[in-house]
C-alpha cells in the first residue's frame, strides 16, 4: 500500500511539471527576465497521527499527538523566464509548542522551487511546488520542568529527515515594480519516511518579495 501511494505521488508531481512546462512553451518561450526574492513568515495548523511514547526499556509511557499552531520564517529566490515560469530555491522552518510546558515540534524542508505565475495587473496569482528535504525534530517532557540547569529524567528526544514535496498556491501584490506583498499557502508531503509523529497540514505565508526584471 505504502508503494503505491508513493508511486501515485510521484506521478502526480510529474504530471503536474509537465503541464505547466507545456503552459509556458506555449506562451512565448523562456527568456531569462531577472530575478525576485525575500522572505515570509508563517502559521497554519499543524497535526499528526497519534503516537506511543515509551522508556529506553521498550515500556510504555502515554500516546501523545503534536497539535496546535506554529510559527515560522524563511525565504524564497526566484529567476524569471518568459512572462510565467519561475525557477529558484525556499526554505522554511516550523515551531509549535503544545503539551507541557517546553515541548516543542520543528519542522524544516526545503528545495527547488518552481512555479507558474500570472500577472493580471497588480494582481500576480500563482501555483506550484518545491521538492527537497526536510527534518523533524521534538523535544517532549512529560512533566513541568522543576527548575533550569537541571536534568530531566521523563524527556524524549527524536529527529529524523525525509524528502519533502510541497505543492503551493498565492498570490501577490505588486505594491510597485520592485516590491511585491506576498501571501501563499502550501502543504509539506512526506514523501520517503512517513511517521506517525509527522506534523503535517496547511501553512499560510506573509512576506515581501522584492523583484528586478526587465521590460
Known sequence: MNKYIMTKKYLIVALFLTSVLSSV???GGLKYRGFSGGM???TGYLKSNSFDLQTIHGNYITTSKVEGMPFGIGGAARLHFGKHLRVGGEGYVSNLRYGVQGTTS???WGGVLVD????LGRWWPFAGMTIGGGAVEHVILQNEPATDFAAESDAVYREYSFMALAPMVGVEYAMNEKIHLTFKADYVI???NPQ????????FFLGFMFYRLDD
Not at 116 to 119: A, Q, S
Open 25 to 27: 512553451l506555449a506562451q
Open 106 to 108: 520543528s519542522l524544516s
Open 116 to 119: 507558474c505565475v500570472w500577472p
Open 190 to 192: 512526506n514523501l520517503s
Open 196 to 203: 506517525a509523529d509527522f506534523p503535517s497540514g496547511l501553512r
Open 40 to 42: 515570509m513568515v508563517h
